[in-house]
Nanobody, 114 residues
Framework: QVQLVESGGGLVQAGGSLRLSCAASGSISSINAMGWYRQAPGEERVLVAT???????KYADFVKGRFTISRDNAKGTVNLQMNSLKPEDTAVYYC????????WGQGTQVTVSS
């Protein structure tokens, strides 16, 4: 079992920055990929960025060049640095950990005002 706790969401003006953090506990040695997904009102949850235990990163096209994902395997943490935020980035952001089973955090709200 893996438990995930997110922090760092909030309200920011367009062009600003936020940093999301996620801390895993439990069987963190079993985790392969960790990442962030987001879900806007009325829309499906979509991938934002993922990173494997080997450090291989994947980004959605809509965040490339603006967001950076990083991870500390030993601590079981994953961070998402979000720069040049746009109003369309407004969503609930969820931390994900994959270890044969998908685990999810409770979500953290990110609101970008124009």
């Amino acid at each position: 079992q893996v438990q995930l706790v997110e922090s760092g969401g909030g309200l920011v003006q367009a062009g600003g920055s936020l940093r999301l953090s996620c801390a895993a506990s439990g069987s963190i040695s079993s985790i392969n990929a960790m990442g962030w997904y987001r879900q806007a009102p009325g829309e499906e949850r979509v991938l934002v960025a993922t990173i494997t235990s080997a450090g291989i990163r994947k980004y959605a096209d809509f965040v490339k060049g603006r967001f950076t994902i990083s991870r500390d395997n030993a601590k079981g943490t994953v961070n998402l640095q979000m720069n040049s935020l746009k109003p369309e980035d407004t969503a609930v952001y969820y931390c994900n950990a994959a270890s044969g089973v998908n685990y999810w955090g409770q979500g953290t709200q990110v609101t970008v005002s124009s």
